[in-house]
């Protein structure tokens, strides 16, 4: 079987395109004005609804705000929900239940004991991400480009689905599943080919890897 992967931050029908004719089984949108990849709920809905059925189209929010959830939720067919900022449990569970959606919490890892915080989660994410911490002059807190240290996962076990994220390319892909043992992966800035710009061949090449794994 092959390694499920998700392309986040698509803002164009080419990187949809892209995305869905060479095999993810996740397409994101980022509903985050300070990032550069930020889509409106329009724009979102017009992307996703170009995306063929099987593929689950997410939105991530940062800290979002009741009435800007409500909008996405509105503009876009989103199919999960995926929360990146500093969401407490409560909060990620009430937009389950508020908006009939699965959710996925992004857990952000620098050392073994930010792994710590999964558990809190596990009675209301459906899914876990663990991404690389950013630098605390980040803008924002995904798709830095940034890998953690990928031995931490190993010979961990979650009770919940997880993907791995921060950092990944088709270069490095097989070197990650390999010590994490990770069955889903989340791609963003591996794909590009300038800051918030997919590039087709890049997607297209990351599919391919995480196919022959």
């Known amino acids: 079987m092959s390694i499920a992967a998700k392309i986040c931050g698509l803002t164009t029908a080419e990187g949809v395109a892209a995305a ?3 095999g993810a089984r996740y397409v994101g949108f980022v509903f985050y004005p300070p990032s550069r ?9 017009a992307l996703a609804a170009v995306v063929p059925a099987g593929i689950t189209k997410v939105g991530l929010f940062v800290d979002a705000d009741d009435a800007s959830l409500a909008r996405a939720v509105a503009g876009a067919p989103l199919d999960l929900l995926q929360f990146h ?4 449990p409560e909060r990620v569970l009430w937009a389950k239940r508020r908006f009939g959606k699965p959710v996925m919490k ?3 890892v620098a050392s073994a004991a930010d792994l710590d915080r999964a558990p809190r989660y596990y009675g209301a994410a459906d899914l876990l991400l663990f991404d690389a911490k950013p ?3 980040a803008v924002v807190p995904g798709g830095n480009g940034l890998a953690f240290d990928w ?3 190993g010979g961990r076990r979650w009770p919940v689905p997880w993907m791995l994220s921060g950092g990944l ?3 490095n892909l097989g070197e990650a599943v390999r010590l994490t043992r990770a069955t889903a992966v989340d791609v ?6 300038e800051p918030g710009v997919k590039d087709p061949e890049k997607i297209a090449a990351f599919l391919a890897r995480a196919r022959e794994l």
Not at 85 to 88: A, C, D, L, R
Not at 188 to 193: A, F, I, K, L, T
Request: aromatic share 0%; glycine share 12%.
């Open 20 to 22: 869905a004719r060479h």
């Open 37 to 45: 990849r930020n889509v409106t709920p329009e724009l979102a809905g």
């Open 85 to 88: 900022g500093q969401e407490s």
């Open 106 to 108: 992004a857990i952000a």
């Open 135 to 137: 630098p605390k002059d």
């Open 151 to 153: 031995e931490l996962l």
């Open 169 to 171: 390319t088709a270069g």
């Open 188 to 193: 963003s800035s591996g794909v590009e080919r």
